[in-house]
């Protein structure tokens, strides 16, 4: 591995004695590790044999080499997500300092990891929304918070500046900021390679402009977590400084996880608390709806009497009752990419229920038709081929995979029509 004279310089300073044993562990393969959702039982998982459990996340694992993800069905299934553990720290500072309903917004979220663990760690009557300005990185977004499950999320695809029509809205905001990515140089080679000094004087300028931008979105009093995948002190340290002196925090914590030291690639996360005085939340007001459209597949989820339904530009959702007025604000005022629970579109008058409702938490398998397929058949499907099911229900029918929603089929009898989305089709034989 080919370093910058000027990155072995930082890293001597910051590691001083442990230098040697840091560029030693830089040599080392990268770890492979990931985080269970609690739609299984960990036991279920043979991806878990001869694991190591995270010590500070109860449901992350650290593997002794990395499996063939890609055609492990319980994976795009959302039986689990695939992070760094070290990033998995984040579940030790909301345990710490955070109880009760809030509002969170993730603001830089793709792919997803600390989105779907922040799913996992708020109660059920919270709202995420998780953020991620570019297009494509959004979509993956998407797909990960929709296979999480939960009916407590939003993702959009806004620049952090669009989010201060809300006002002061959020009790916590998580900013893991673009970096200089020095925490992933045993991951992607090409970081090594676009290293520089000037580069890192960047990002830390970025990083703040980005902070300040979302700085009016967060309560007096509100919790900032804020991460990066690097080690250097201009992009961690004297920006946490920077913000708790000029924007006004009390810096709670902030820990280094270095590869020599730690499970996991490299990674610098620090909690601040806003001591700076903030605006109200600004007044939430949606344009004037018609009654709740007309649904049957509300009809699905466990507590239908829970959730109102709204009207999207891509479908029908579910959302919370209590907070519908600010789930529809943020569907009609932000590039939304999901929403509550996607419930069905139309094609004609045919409603053709959506995929996100065969994987969400919120549906109640009970109520509808189901076929338990073997894992073949499984990966036929998640390839979007063409599947015989042991069904004599005709219409809509869920495929599971050890008893683990993965999406639709429309049994017609004679065939089924696969209703796997094809932009997320296994391609791999």
Not at 203 to 219: P, Y
Not at 287 to 309: D, F, I, N, R, W
Not at 322 to 336: I, Q
């Amino acid at each position: 591995m080919n370093l910058n004279p000027d990155f072995i310089s930082l890293i001597q300073q910051q590691t001083g004695a442990d230098a040697e044993k840091f560029f030693e562990a830089l040599q080392e393969p990268q770890s492979t590790s990931v985080r269970i959702n609690n739609k299984i039982e960990a036991a279920d998982l043979e991806i878990l044999n001869s694991s190591r459990p995270i010590p500070y996340c109860a449901t992350g694992y650290s593997l002794p080499s990395r499996p063939d993800f890609t055609l492990d069905p319980m994976l795009h299934g959302g039986a689990y997500y695939v992070q760094e553990a070290s990033s998995m720290y984040l579940e030790s500072i909301i345990s710490k300092y955070i109880t009760g309903s809030v509002r969170c917004l993730d603001l830089c979220a793709a792919p997803g990891g600390k989105s779907t663990h922040l799913a996992s760690l708020l109660s059920s009557d919270s709202l995420i929304i998780s953020n991620e300005i570019m297009p494509q990185r959004a979509n993956i977004l998407a797909e990960n918070m929709i296979k999480w499950g939960n009916r407590n999320t939003i993702v959009t695809n806004n620049k952090p500046s669009d989010f201060k029509k809300l006002g002061a809205i959020f009790d916590i905001v998580v900013a893991d900021v673009p970096c200089s990515g020095e925490g992933m140089f045993r991951k992607e080679p090409q970081a090594v390679e676009q290293w520089s000094l000037d580069n890192v004087m960047m990002c830390a300028e970025r990083q703040k402009d980005i902070t300040s931008d979302i700085w009016s979105t967060l309560k007096e009093g509100g919790l900032l977590v804020y991460s990066t995948c690097t080690f250097n002190h201009f992009e961690d340290e004297d920006n946490v400084e920077w913000v708790a002196s000029e924007l006004g925090a009390e810096i709670l914590e902030q820990r280094h996880f270095y590869f020599h030291e730690t499970i996991g690639e490299g990674f610098y996360i620090a909690a601040l608390r806003k001591t700076s005085a903030a605006g109200g939340a600004a007044k939430i007001k949606p344009s004037k709806q018609k009654k709740s459209p007309a649904t049957a597949t509300v009809k699905l989820l466990k507590e239908p009497s829970e959730y109102a339904v709204i009207e999207t530009s891509e479908c029908l959702c579910a959302v919370p009752q209590a907070d519908k007025e600010l789930y529809t604000y943020v569907a009609e005022n932000f590039r939304t990419l999901k929403c509550g629970v996607p419930l069905c579109s139309f094609k004609g008058k045919d409603e053709i229920p959506a995929h996100a409702l065969a994987v969400s938490k919120a549906l109640d398998v009970s109520k509808t038709a189901v076929c338990n397929v073997d894992k073949p058949t499984a990966l036929s499907y998640l390839r979007r081929e063409a599947i015989n099911i042991d069904s004599t229900e005709r219409g809509y029918v869920l495929i599971t995979y050890n008893n683990l929603p993965l999406g639709w089929v429309k049994n017609l009898g004679n065939r089924c029509n696969n209703l796997y989305p094809d932009y997320w089709r296994i391609r791999k034989q």
